[in-house]
Antibody
Framework: EVLLVESGGGLVQPGGSLRLSCAASDFIFSTYWMTWVRQAPGKGLEWVAHIKQDASEINYVDSVKGRFTISRDNAKNSLYLQMNSLRAEDTAVYYC?????????????WGQGTMVTVSS | QSVLTQPPSASGTPGQRVTISCSGSSSNIGSNTVNWYQQLPGTAPKLLIHTNNQRPSGVPDRFSGSKSGTSASLAISGLQSEDEADYYCAPWDASLNAYVFGTGTKVTVL
């Protein structure tokens, strides 16, 4: 079964750092763009960042530029999100998702999400 | 504040047809394809419609999408209780160089 499993969420103080991981299985990870999407409690979805197959192209939403870094390890079938200088407004469930080229890069497979809480 | 506007809520009785609008601009809907996602309570989002009007395998044909100019729509015909969920539109925005999600619409089956 095609699967994405996020980990690494937790409680962190404002200004702190956290690294999220997303483990992929049962598909050829290295052939897909990958994306992070977040959802603050009781709020809508917000796209965070995405990364091309070979990491040669990366884009971020303005609110995380300079603080978050997306990366991937194709040998480990894993996607990462390094989050620094965290703020209360970064509190959210973070989802990783696969972008399917045959669907015009729509997000066709999603993980279950990992919760990040930024609070003192 | 999202650049894509959706009505906050929509409702209908079982069997009815419900339509959800998504209003954007020339930099997003006007120049890129639109995808729609369904999020059932307490679960991760699920791809419902891609490329404006295409259903991934497994999605019932009760769901249909359309796009015209800088607006898009999702229609649910033959509404069922399991369709109670939040629905989001999402195109790429060429000006922001980012994907953008609509504000979301909560569908209630009366």
């Amino acid at each position: 079964e095609v699967l994405l499993v996020e980990s690494g969420g937790g409680l962190v103080q404002p200004g702190g750092s956290l690294r999220l991981s997303c483990a992929a299985s049962d598909f050829i990870f290295s052939t897909y763009w990958m994306t992070w999407v977040r959802q603050a409690p009781g709020k809508g979805l917000e796209w965070v960042a995405h990364i091309k197959q070979d990491a040669s192209e990366i884009n971020y939403v303005d609110s995380v530029k300079g603080r978050f870094t997306i990366s991937r390890d194709n040998a480990k079938n894993s996607l990462y999100l390094q989050m620094n200088s965290l703020r209360a407004e970064d509190t959210a469930v973070y989802y990783c998702a696969r972008q399917e080229s045959h669907y015009n890069y729509a997000f066709d497979v999603w993980g279950q999400g990992t919760m990040v809480t930024v609070s003192s | 504040q999202s650049v894509l506007t959706q009505p906050p809520s929509a409702s209908g009785t079982p069997g009815q047809r419900v339509t959800i609008s998504c209003s954007g601009s020339s930099s997003n809907i006007g120049s890129n394809t639109v995808n729609w996602y369904q999020q059932l309570p307490g679960t991760a989002p699920k791809l419902l419609i891609h490329t404006n009007n295409q259903r991934p395998s497994g999605v019932p044909d009760r769901f249909s999408g359309s796009k015209s100019g800088t607006s898009a729509s999702l229609a649910i015909s033959g509404l069922q209780s399991e369709d109670e969920a939040d629905y989001y539109c999402a195109p790429w925005d060429a000006s922001l160089n980012a994907y953008v999600f609509g504000t979301g619409t909560k569908v209630t089956v009366l």
